[in-house]
């Protein structure tokens, strides 16, 4: 079964306090791997797009890696205005596959 | 425009109702996604539609709903007699191929 699965579910750290986000997938025919931030009441604001194994993007204190089984979100020393919920996505160009995202809770 | 634009930004609507809801996608974007997020919960896909070609329907999760995109642009989303379940915000995506797409603020709809 084609599907997006994100974890943890919800993340809590402290300012400066660096971690990451997992996103793993089964689709067949993997075609690119996307990155979105959520912010509540906004509609998904794109970060990244990976689209192949071994393929790194860097934006500010985001840096996003890719596998051919998952992709990392590596957030170094975030800031409270990093605080979002962080979608992942996969297409195999005949369809989008959403994770649930994480809610990342960064606290000064 | 600049953007994805969604319209309207809220509904609120009672029971039995049906409703509609707007997305107008960047000018020459030739893909447009439906989808809807729930409360706390992932985005569902609802439907794509891309150029010409017969739209993806298998996200619609009754005959209740449907969605149409006239002359490739403005797509409308209609809900024929609203249930409490359909409460969501439902998002509107378009893009120029398979990547880098932009989604709309959405509207949140709430069942009443």
């Known amino acids: 079964e084609d599907q997006v699965t994100q974890s943890p579910e919800a993340l809590r750290l402290q300012e400066g306090e660096s971690s990451s986000l997992n996103c793993s997938y089964t689709?067949?025919?993997?075609?690119?791997l996307f990155w979105y931030r959520q912010d509540p009441g906004k509609g998904p604001e794109f970060l990244f797009t990976l689209y192949s194994a071994g393929e790194e993007k860097e934006k500010e204190r985001l840096k996003a890696t890719l596998t051919k089984k998952e992709s990392f979100l590596h957030i170094t020393a975030p800031k409270p205005e990093d605080s979002a919920t962080y979608l992942c996505a996969v297409t195999n160009f005949n369809k989008f596959y959403f994770g649930s995202g994480t809610k990342l809770n960064v606290k000064p | 425009g600049a953007g994805v634009s969604q319209s309207p930004s809220n509904k609120v609507t009672e029971k039995g109702k049906d409703v509609e809801l707007r997305c107008d996608p960047i000018?020459?974007?030739?893909?447009l996604y439906w989808y809807r997020q729930s409360l706390g919960q992932g985005l569902e896909f609802l439907i794509y539609f891309q150029g010409n070609s017969a739209p993806d329907k298998s996200g619609l999760p009754s005959d209740r709903f449907s969605a149409e995109r006239t002359g490739g642009s403005v797509s409308t989303l209609t809900i024929q007699r609203t249930q409490q379940e359909d409460s969501a915000v439902y998002l509107c995506?378009?893009?120029?191929?398979?990547?880098?797409?932009?989604f709309g603020s959405g509207t949140r709809l709430t069942v009443v």
């Open positions: 689709v067949s025919g993997l075609r690119g």
């Open positions: 995506a378009s893009s120029p191929d398979y990547y880098g797409y932009t």
């Open positions: 000018s020459g974007h030739t893909a």
